[in-house]
């Protein structure tokens, strides 16, 4: 087995004024190439800090993080930026689209920073991405003349289209109906066939979860000090 997470967190504390948030006390993961993996856990336990250490956007915490076989402290800014935006894609739970883009260039978004670096990237991979979740209709269509389905939708596809070794999706089904739902998981799943890419869902929704090779159930051990707060 290729081990494409190796992620060991002491703790992840974040500080304001009055108190000391401390969460994911002493946890760790672990994960193969090609794993589906679904975590699950109450409302703050969590879940979307912990997608924002494993995606490399939150680098502030005690503990010890080797990914695609790089300790992840060793990876220069530039090394940082080229992951981010090539090796791994993010449907987070606060993506933003850009209001002045059309639905189609704000998916297009991450080919355009990527510039020549990104050689495999063919038009019909566009084509089949936006035909799987079935918004040919709005891409000329700017987000604020969009549905909350639909910009959730266009924010799948942005997060994937490069191809990405590792998807990380935050609550990615949220908030569709059923038909839109099914898309968002069949395709996460036919990427995951077709080119093994590594898919860590965060859900509230357990049916989808169990359809993962791996549910983390994520319990809530944090510690607050010198505040009101108490987890
Ligand atoms: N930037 C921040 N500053 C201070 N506290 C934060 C920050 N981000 C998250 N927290 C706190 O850390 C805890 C974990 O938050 P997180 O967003 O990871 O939870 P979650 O499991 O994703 O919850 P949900 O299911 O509601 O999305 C919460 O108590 C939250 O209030
Ligand atoms: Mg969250």
Same mark, same amino acid.
């Given at each position: 087995?290729?081990?494409?997470?190796?992620?060991?967190?002491?703790?992840?504390?974040?500080?304001?004024? *009055?108190?000391?948030? @401390?969460?994911? #006390?002493?946890?760790?993961?672990?994960?193969?190439?090609?794993? =589906?993996?679904?975590?699950?856990?109450? +409302?703050?336990?969590?879940? /979307? +800090?912990?997608?924002?250490?494993?995606?490399?956007?939150? %680098?502030?915490?005690?503990? $010890?993080?080797?990914? &695609?076989?790089?300790?992840?402290?060793? &990876?220069?800014? @530039? $090394?940082?930026?080229?992951?981010?935006?090539?090796?791994?894609?993010?449907?987070?739970?606060?993506?933003?689209?850009?209001? +002045? &883009?059309?639905?189609?260039?704000?998916? *297009?978004?991450?080919?355009?920073?990527?510039? /020549?670096?990104?050689?495999?990237? =063919?038009?019909?991979?566009?084509?089949?991405?936006?035909?799987?979740?079935?918004?040919?209709?709005?891409?000329?269509? *700017?987000?604020?003349?969009?549905?909350?389905?639909?910009?959730?939708?266009?924010?799948?596809?942005?997060?994937?289209? !490069? *191809?990405?070794?590792?998807?990380?999706?935050?609550?990615?089904?949220?908030?569709?109906? !059923?038909?839109?739902?099914?898309?968002?998981?069949?395709?996460?799943? =036919? !990427?995951? %066939?077709?080119?093994?890419?590594?898919?860590?869902?965060?859900?509230?929704?357990?049916?989808?979860? #169990?359809?993962?090779?791996?549910?983390?159930? &994520?319990? @809530?051990? +944090?510690?607050?000090?010198?505040?009101?707060?108490?987890?």
């Amino acid at each position: 087995m290729t081990k494409i997470i190796d992620l060991s967190v002491k703790e992840k504390i974040y500080k304001s004024k *009055k108190s000391k948030l @401390s969460i994911l #006390n002493n946890f760790s993961l672990e994960v193969a190439a090609g794993e =589906k993996i679904a975590i699950v856990g109450e +409302s703050g336990v969590g879940k /979307s +800090s912990l997608l924002n250490i494993i995606g490399l956007i939150d %680098r502030d915490y005690n503990g $010890e993080y080797t990914l &695609l076989g790089s300790a992840t402290n060793n &990876l220069h800014t @530039s $090394e940082l930026a080229q992951w981010r935006n090539q090796k791994i894609g993010f449907v987070l739970q606060e993506s933003a689209l850009i209001n +002045s &883009l059309t639905i189609e260039d704000n998916i *297009k978004l991450p080919l355009l920073y990527a510039g /020549s670096g990104k050689k495999e990237f =063919k038009p019909e991979d566009f084509e089949s991405v936006i035909n799987a979740i079935g918004i040919k209709p709005i891409l000329k269509k *700017k987000p604020l003349e969009c549905s909350g389905g639909e910009k959730a939708r266009a924010v799948f596809a942005r997060g994937i289209i !490069m *191809k990405p070794q590792i998807i990380l999706a935050d609550e990615p089904t949220a908030s569709l109906d !059923m038909e839109n739902r099914e898309r968002i998981v069949t395709l996460l799943f =036919k !990427m995951n %066939r077709e080119f093994n890419t590594t898919i860590i869902t965060v859900t509230h929704d357990l049916e989808i979860a #169990n359809r993962h090779d791996r549910v983390i159930h &994520l319990e @809530s051990n +944090s510690k607050c000090f010198a505040g009101v707060m108490k987890q």
